[in-house]
């Protein structure tokens, strides 16, 4: 079973509607990433967090510690937001700071 | 300011050859990282710079791979005896404190080994 996993693997949404990508992973951490990567193109950190909420623009990411379960929200999706978003966590104590990540999530925006 | 940068974008090699991949960091990033992402595949840590410490090197997939950064700031991933299981975008990326910092990554160098 591997330390990160994201479901659903794949989706596809309609412009305007309300996306979410979910995290789950098994080991302690420190901290969780997530990230964007458009096709074709590099990787964009959207969120770091190790508790709570935060909120940037039209995205939302959520964690709980204690189940050990994160979410990313996009509301009113559009196009643009087609992309790969990958989960990532930083392990507690993890030497080198390093990240093990998820499987990454395709999403598809259709206009 | 300038971002992470990588050189080349793209390289195609001959099986068996040696390959040297770079990395500029963001200026005064004093933590640097090297992943790796194979066709299909997720993102998989390969080694860690920071500071003056001794690198984590928990990730180099075998003894063909090794890394260096020079004076704190430009690190250069070489691979030898290239396989053609080594083609993958290999992403730097760069941090001023990963405890509390997001990680800002490179463009990538597309490797492709024929």
């Known amino acids: 079973k591997n330390e990160v996993e994201q479901s659903p693997q794949n989706l596809t949404a309609q412009e305007g509607e309300f996306i979410t990508i979910n995290c789950s992973y098994s080991v302690g951490i420190s901290a969780l990433h997530w990230l964007q990567q458009h096709p074709g193109g590099g990787i964009v950190s959207l969120f770091m967090?190790?508790?709570g909420k935060k909120k940037h623009g039209r995205l939302i990411a959520t964690i709980n510690i204690q189940e050990k379960h994160s979410s990313l929200h996009i509301t009113a999706s559009h196009p643009r937001d087609s992309a790969v978003y990958i989960c990532?966590?930083?392990?507690?104590?993890?030497?080198?700071?390093?990240?093990?990540f998820g499987g990454g999530t395709r999403v598809l925006v259709k206009p | 300011g300038a971002g992470v940068s990588q050189s080349p974008s793209n390289k195609v090699t001959e099986k068996g050859k040696d390959v040297e991949l770079r990395c500029d960091p963001i200026?005064?990033?004093?933590?640097l990282y090297w992943y790796r992402q194979s066709l299909g595949q997720g993102l998989e840590f390969l080694i860690y710079f920071q500071g003056n410490s001794a690198p984590d090197k928990s990730g180099l997939p075998s003894d063909r791979f090794s890394a260096e950064r020079t004076g704190g700031s430009v690190s250069t991933l070489t691979i030898q005896r290239t396989q053609q299981e080594d083609s993958a975008v290999y992403l730097c990326?760069?941090?001023?404190?990963?405890?509390?910092?997001?990680?800002?990554f490179g463009p990538g160098t597309r490797l492709l080994v024929l």
């Open positions: 990326a760069s941090s001023l404190d990963p405890a509390k910092e997001t990680q800002y």
């Open positions: 967090l190790s508790s």
């Open positions: 990532a966590v930083r392990s507690r104590g993890a030497a080198g700071n390093k990240l093990t």
């Open positions: 200026s005064g990033h004093t933590a």
